[in-house]
């Protein structure tokens, strides 16, 4: 498990424990992927597996704590983290609970994720067990997790970066991959396998849809209905590399461009060129979806924000709405995706991930087209 | 949206609705993806996204409430879902919660899964405002959905045969694919495109390991670790369609077999036919499971059990291990993984995947060579 030097990890944990002692808190505690690898390095598919719960204790003082099923122990052994707590689980009785209260019992104050895009990956019941055998104060960790996890260190830049350009050579081979006829889910699985021989590790994520001038939702999975003249194809992407995402869109005409489509993306991309020149240090999310909000006219659609952070997850902290009042940083990674509604049923998206800077914002993915590309 | 027909839907929703009548359950209310998709079939990979909360619940009378952020109403609108209750999502002062404590107030008793295997898939806070709001009592549901996901319809099995059908297809191209030599980054991405190739949409799992007469643990990513003679290579895939798995591995030697290895393999074999002879309706999961270990001699891993169900989700309930009492039923898609330590960190897997009847188990996968197939 090389993803990152030790270096990397020590620096992750202590930029955390400075963070408990500024909010008193003596432990902090998780369950979910994302979390337990972002302090441990322990990367694997196997959480796709609701089977096991995974947990972590990060002291105040001192060294990462796992309470791992057997079965990751070796894996585990591969990281930094050296005190590894297993049982053998799945233990219908005692899967874990009894490590964990165990390891939490001599806290008074353990932060936990339980704000906005928090989970909790262990049985309710089980987490209600510990939190009525230990003498233990739960609060919410959100804020410390977020602050922690909106600024990528520069090895974690350099995959983002990496991937973006995986993302973006499979995209140059649209010409060759798509063609009028071709049924949607053939289109998909032939992006996918393009992202994979351009290097990607994996495709978690492709979405996208195809419609007369326009498309009708933006989460779909493919139907096998064939690409037709005068479509309006997208495909939006979060390949990964070193379980890092990309996470960006385009756009193709199929054979012809209808007027409507021509301007709406025309629109999205100065909306988009319009959030590459304010998108930097000092700038907060909400003030960054007015710009692209005024470019685009006030349109408005359903998505509800335009763009995101990105990373570990295909959609991480802050989000470009009108609510977020986050203020970017230097080595925030970023998406900026301006979406339109066209008329009733049919919008557009357009999607670039950048990297925040003091001044303009470092473009990961090659930019896209700035008038909307006929296959 | 026509995974399945409306009649499927229904019937899901019917044995759901006569449980909580048997249980004095008002309701059902759902956070999670497999749970929202098997009562609905809004199927997307966007819950790859933490952003946003989906919730649904079952009355035990009446129609699906499903209260979901605005980006999804499209979707669910192809669904057989009728009452879709929409907010403009992420929104971090009220993201959901004041459309779901409306839908939660009129019922006294509300099931939610909260034990083995589940998970809370939306913010505690938001939850435990939920649950000071309403005077409402949450209760454990986790039998209920267990009972009714664990017994696949005829639909959903005949899904699961062709994703069998199709990784099958894909491990007959070993020999080609694979060879001494290739980094087993490599490999992993070679045979992601051929399950693709093969039909596959998605390949959301591949684990897998190789090493010098073994390997030492099978929940790993790739290394860039080049292929060697003597080596063992297993893959150990989850690929979908339609939303459902398969979920089987398989092994190949690298240009010699270590005697080992051979018989390590064989007596794997061996248990999985003994697993087969065995595996029928009125079987307990323990029987079977000490079954296959009797076959195996006793033999111990870290894995913590021999199979368990398969669908919606890479493993689900039951588990093939001592502690579980379920009793087979005819139409529980199965795993059967006996697994063994050869010598301290070298160990070997075995996995085929079967459907319940009441008589002989019917194979999903082509069943694995007798003998360790050499590369």
Redesign the interface.
């Known amino acids: 498990m090389d993803d990152f030097n030790q270096a990397e990890f020590e620096a992750r944990l202590e930029r955390a424990q400075t963070a408990m002692r500024k909010d008193n808190i003596d432990a902090l505690f998780f369950s979910t992927e994302?979390e337990v690898r972002y302090f441990t390095g322990f990367?694997?598919?196997?959480w796709?597996?609701?089977?096991r719960p995974w947990y972590l204790i990060l002291p105040q003082k001192g060294d990462p704590i796992t309470i791992i099923?057997?079965?990751?122990?070796?894996?585990m052994g591969?990281t930094w983290v050296q005190d590894i707590r297993?049982w053998?689980?799945?233990?219908?009785?005692d899967?874990g609970v009894s490590l964990l209260c165990q390891a939490l019992k001599s806290y008074a104050r353990v932060g936990?994720?339980?704000?906005?895009?928090?989970?909790?990956?262990?049985?309710?019941?089980d987490f209600?067990k510990v939190r009525a055998s230990c003498v233990v104060e739960f609060v919410?960790c959100t804020p410390i997790v977020k602050s922690l996890r909106m600024i990528k260190s520069s090895a974690e830049v350099d995959i983002i970066r990496q991937i973006c350009e995986i993302g973006s050579i499979a995209f140059l081979r649209a010409d060759d991959l798509f063609h009028c006829g071709q049924p949607l889910?053939e289109v998909?699985?032939t992006f996918?396998?393009a992202l994979?021989?351009a290097g990607a590790?994996?495709?978690?994520?492709?979405?996208g849809a195809a419609g007369n001038g326009g498309y009708?939702?933006?989460?779909?999975?493919p139907t096998n209905q064939p690409l037709m003249d005068g479509d309006v194809l997208m495909l939006d992407t979060?390949a990964t590399l070193q379980?890092y995402f990309c996470d960006f869109d385009r756009n193709f005409a199929i054979g012809q461009v209808q007027d409507a489509a021509k301007f709406t993306y025309e629109k999205l991309w100065r909306a988009t060129e319009v959030g590459l020149s304010h998108a930097r240090a000092g700038m907060s999310c909400s003030a960054l979806f007015q710009a692209m909000h005024n470019a685009l006219g006030g349109g408005n659609s359903?998505?509800?924000?335009y763009g995101?952070g990105l990373g570990m997850?295909?959609?991480?902290w802050p989000?470009i709405?009108t609510?977020?009042e986050t203020v970017l940083e230097p080595g925030m990674v970023m998406t900026l995706e301006p979406s339109m509604v066209i008329s009733e049923?049919k919008m557009m998206v357009h999607e670039e991930n950048i990297l925040i800077t003091e001044d303009a914002p470092l473009l990961l993915t090659k930019r896209a087209a700035s008038e909307l590309p006929v296959l």
């Open positions: 994302a990367r694997t598919l196997f796709q597996s609701p089977t099923p057997g079965i990751g122990a070796e894996l591969k297993t053998s689980s799945p233990h219908p009785s899967d936990m994720p339980m704000g906005e895009e928090g989970s909790l990956r262990m049985p309710l019941l209600e919410d889910d998909f699985r996918k396998i994979l021989q590790e994996d495709v978690p994520y492709l979405v009708g939702d933006v989460i779909s999975p979060g379980g359903d998505v509800g924000r995101h997850q295909l959609t991480e989000s709405c609510h977020d049923g």
